[in-house]
Every structure is written in C-alpha cells, then in structure tokens.
C-alpha cells in the first residue's frame, strides 16, 4: 500500500512550489490513498497559508476526488504515540501515518519529507 503524504498534495495544488511537477507525476502514477489527519493537516496548511477559500477548494478536490481517505482508529493513535516517542523527528501526524502503514503488507510513503527515511520497515518515494 502507498500513502501520500501532505507535502506531495499541497505541492500537486500550488504550480509555485518547487516540488510541483514531481508531486503531479507521483499523483498521477498512482492510486491516491491518505490519511483523515493528511487530508486534516493539507486543508489546514492551506488555511492558514492561503486563506480559506484556497483551503475549502483544496478540501472539495479532496472529497470530490478518487481519493481513498483511511480513517484512524485510537489503535493507531496510541501506536503512533509509540512511534514518536522511538522517532522524535518525526511529528505525530506523520508517526500516525507510519502506524496505518504498519497493517500493510507493502509499506510506502510517497512524501518530500525524509524524517520517514529514519524508520525501519518503511520505503518513502518522493526523494
């Protein structure tokens, strides 16, 4: 299973990021499965960067889109704890990401952000 991270979607919608063609070649690669907290973090990124209609419109694209989004459960939530406490580079969201990859068999990040490149098991893509 691929997840995206919040990165590779905020620079898929803003032509002026420095990672925008790479996201839109990942995203388009690819089925688009995220997190409720990737799809949280993305609108709220794009709130407080942006404004909120950039963010509201980011949030429509997200839910008018294919896009699976996987609900966390407090399982998860309390292993993502875990794994912030092992890995302190990385944030919570990005622990809780790790712990929703850990129930899949094939364990990939798709994101720009290369704290995840400290966990064992994981393989980001998106260098």
Excluded: C
């Excluded at 420095?18 to 690669?29: F, P, S, T, V, Y």
């Excluded at 990859?101 to 260098?127: A, C, M, P, Q, Y």
Aim: glycine fraction near 6%.
């Amino acid at each position: 299973m691929k997840i995206f991270d919040t990165g590779i979607l905020i620079a898929s919608l803003r032509p002026d990021d420095e990672h925008h063609n790479r996201a839109i070649i990942e995203l388009d690669n690819s089925k688009i499965v995220i997190t409720d907290t990737v799809f949280s973090e993305t609108v709220e990124f794009l709130r407080r960067k942006y404004g909120s209609q950039e963010a509201a419109k980011a949030g429509r694209w997200m839910l008018d889109s294919d896009i699976e989004v996987i609900q966390t459960d407090m399982t998860q939530k309390t292993r993502a704890v875990e794994i912030v406490a092992k890995y302190p580079g990385l944030s919570f969201y990005d622990a809780l990401t790790v712990a929703v990859l850990e129930g899949f068999e094939e364990k990939i990040i798709v994101s720009f952000d290369s704290d995840f490149d400290l966990v064992k098991g994981i393989t980001r893509i998106g260098n």
